[in-house]
């Protein structure tokens, strides 16, 4: 297909800017390898957005140079893979919320394709970030699948059946799936959609939909919306219970305060960030149950592997045996993944997920001549193909393996990451480099899993709170002047983890010690820029702006959650999550039974609050319970959305009580509405006087992983 003058132009002056990256870096790591320079290049003059902020040290930059000595840029096969099969790149760099505001903006990234070395981010990190800024619609197998990257943090792939698209992974937001949908019709001829898969339970994989298909196709079969077994379950209940904590720490993963800038947020190693827009969910009417499962929809024959237990709870590969394509969702992407993920979410384990990779390695990987996935650029060739299984495989099973051979050494998780190191053979391999998960950070999950937190020293058992601790350290250390001092001669040695080890106590010990904060988060601006990881760089440079800035007064609390996503969650779910929300001080000496009855669904269930804890059971009612409620489930649904309560279903006749009302509004008040604006680092929390208002009562978060 012919391209359009101004999209060509684009295409080539984007390829352009990614080959004279690679190239200055390559090129200079030789040089200073020859004349042993002191840093690999003049930084490029970028003003640091934060006022307090400080460019790169000369400690960072001789770290960087020797990263940069090390490293095999002069393998560009990514970049030829990454610009393979481009076919165009949409005129706009924004795709607008339904609701008024921008929900994607590859905008903000343009600055990455200049050309330019920035030393305040890791090398290895800015190659990964210049890869991830492919825009606009690429085909993987001619004719047959294509793909638009860069809508936002996930690919949405397109195969081409006989009659129409079947659609895998229809990305995070339906305003940005709907844009990509539109796109590719727009470039290569208007067709209906009559399939959907979603590979994982991540709602960057499938919150989407909505853009994509309407539910009453799905209902009436006439669109296949194809998933892994349990993926609603699994879908849902993830991130519902920490759901809050999660929310404030994705704030730190995501690196949400900083500003796109080469001092502040570069990527997110699996693409650049998440879109903002309406986020839905559409029930599968096809589950993939067996471990191998072939389906033929519209003509297009496709092998299922169900991998559960790796990168999702459950997740899936597909292989299409006619196009010699293998999908590998999100088990093998452009970098090794989190095994225990910084904004928190159950430890992953790395061992299956090295085997899962070998199955798809000798079931498919022996013919496969493309690889193509939810995130990053597909592989070409089956020789590449195996290359990088491999190299993946073997990195999650060296990881799981080295870790506990220490641990079975008496290595401890807290120690660990200094003792682990990535073989030097996988080292030299970009498909094994940690840009999403952390090396260090993920050998530590390996023994969590596997041992816990506990490192078998008992003054571990019960170690003091860091607001208790704090102020011992720092009377034994002589006072806060001496740890200053200390603080600054590490600091300028370029010894920045001795410095926040120290700088951290004293932080703790004095809250309103605002030099003190300051430094420590200079050390940790430097750690940032060191940090290959974008998950780790983010960290680092989110803990120094709230150090520096505190938390903003404009910091929202969670949106109520998705229509969608409510009528997948079961009751129990939800009431077990009123468990959590209670408050357990003001909760003690109370006792009472109610019966909750949702006559719509059929379901009944028995609430009980004793000894400070709610529980409840399904199926089973108290023959003398205090209170019965009754209402329909899909009542309940406006309830757990924030958009009625009880009392409003009440005086509209939707909602019955029987019994003693006593037990419901001694429930309520112990409701406590979580909001995710609470301290990671003291003294750091909204200046303003009204902190932001959290749900109401019995309402549920909106917070779905999309890891």
Do not use: C
């Amino acid at each position: 297909m012919k391209l359009s003058l101004q999209a060509s132009n684009v295409a080539l002056i984007a390829a352009a800017a990614i080959a004279g990256l690679t190239t200055s870096v390559s090129a200079h790591a030789q040089t200073n390898q020859a004349k042993g320079a002191s840093v690999a290049q003049p930084p490029a003059q970028v003003k640091h957005f934060d006022p307090k902020g400080s460019p790169p040290s000369t400690y960072t930059l001789e770290v960087r140079k020797g990263i940069t000595a090390t490293l095999p840029f002069s393998d560009k096969r990514d970049y030829d893979e990454a610009n393979k099969g481009f076919i165009a790149e949409p005129a706009y760099k924004q795709i607008k919320a339904d609701a008024g505001h921008v929900a994607w903006d590859m905008g903000g990234y343009q600055w990455l394709l200049q050309g330019k070395d920035f030393q305040s981010i890791h090398p290895s990190l800015q190659r990964q970030a210049v890869l991830n800024m492919s825009y606009g619609l690429y085909e993987v197998v001619p004719g047959k699948i294509y793909q638009v990257r860069g809508f936002d943090l996930a690919n949405i792939s397109f195969i081409k059946g006989d009659t129409g698209w079947i659609i895998f992974d229809p990305l995070t937001a339906k305003e940005t799936a709907r844009a990509a949908l539109e796109f590719i019709n727009e470039k290569l001829g208007k067709r209906p959609v009559v399939g959907v898969v979603y590979s994982h339970s991540h709602g960057d994989h499938f919150m989407g939909v909505r853009g994509v298909v309407d539910e009453a196709d799905v209902v009436s079969g006439k669109v296949k919306i194809i998933a892994p077994e349990r993926f609603m379950q699994a879908a849902i209940e993830e991130n519902v219970f920490a759901g809050n904590a999660m929310s404030r720490r994705t704030q730190w993963q995501y690196a949400v305060l900083l500003q796109r800038d080469p001092h502040g947020h570069v990527d997110q190693a699996i693409g650049k960030n998440v879109a903002k827009g309406s986020m839905g969910l559409i029930a599968p009417n096809l589950i993939i149950a067996k471990d191998f499962e072939e389906v033929t929809l519209d003509g297009v024959k496709m092998v299922f592997q169900n991998t559960p237990d790796t990168e999702a709870p459950v997740e899936m590969n597909t292989y299409f045996p006619q196009f010699k394509a293998f999908w590998a969702a999100e088990n093998v992407t452009g970098t090794i993944h989190n095994i225990y993920t910084l904004r928190g979410a159950p430890v992953r384990n790395a061992l299956n997920w090295s085997k899962e990779i070998n199955n798809a390695l000798w079931k498919f990987g022996q013919e496969a001549e493309v690889m193509f996935a939810s995130h990053s650029w597909p592989r070409f060739g089956n020789a590449r193909v195996q290359e990088v299984l491999r190299t993946q495989r073997d990195a999650y099973a060296n990881l799981n393996n080295q870790s506990l051979h220490y641990a079975n050494k008496g290595v401890t998780i807290n120690e660990i990451h200094n003792v682990y190191e990535v073989p030097k053979s996988l080292q030299q391999q970009w498909a094994a480099r940690s840009y999403h998960g952390d090396s260090k950070n993920n050998s530590r999950a390996v023994i969590n899993r596997f041992l816990g937190f506990y490192d078998g020293n008992p003054v571990n058992l019960h170690p003091l709170s860091p607001q208790d601790s704090a102020p011992l350290y720092v009377e034994m250390m002589g006072g806060s002047a001496k740890i200053m001092a200390k603080g600054k001669q590490l600091i300028a040695k370029g010894k920045y983890l001795e410095a926040t080890e120290i700088l951290n106590k004293l932080v703790f010990a004095e809250l309103q010690n605002q030099p003190a904060r300051d430094l420590l988060a200079g050390a940790y601006e430097q750690l940032g820029y060191q940090a290959e990881s974008s998950s780790a760089r983010n960290s680092y440079l989110q803990g120094a702006f709230e150090l520096r800035n505190g938390l903003p007064d404009t910091t929202n609390a969670p949106n109520a959650a998705s229509p969608d996503v409510l009528l997948g969650m079961s009751t129990e779910l939800w009431l077990d999550f009123l468990g959590i929300s209670i408050d357990p001080k003001r909760a003690d000496g109370m006792r009472f039974t109610i019966n909750l009855v949702t006559p719509d669904n059929g379901e009944k269930y028995l609430i009980e609050l004793s000894n400070a804890t709610l529980t409840n059971i399904k199926g089973q009612q108290a023959k003398n319970a205090d209170l019965t409620i009754t209402l329909n489930r899909s009542e309940l649904n406006r309830v757990m959305m924030g958009l009625s309560s009880f009392d409003d279903l009440v005086k509209a006749d939707k909602a019955k009580f029987e019994g003693d009302r006593k037990p419901f509004d001694q429930l309520r008040s112990l409701m406590v509405s979580f909001s995710p604006t609470f301290e990671v680092l003291p003294g750091t929390a909204p200046r303003a006087a009204k902190q932001p208002k959290g749900l109401p009562a019995f309402a549920l978060p909106d917070q779905l992983d999309s890891d």
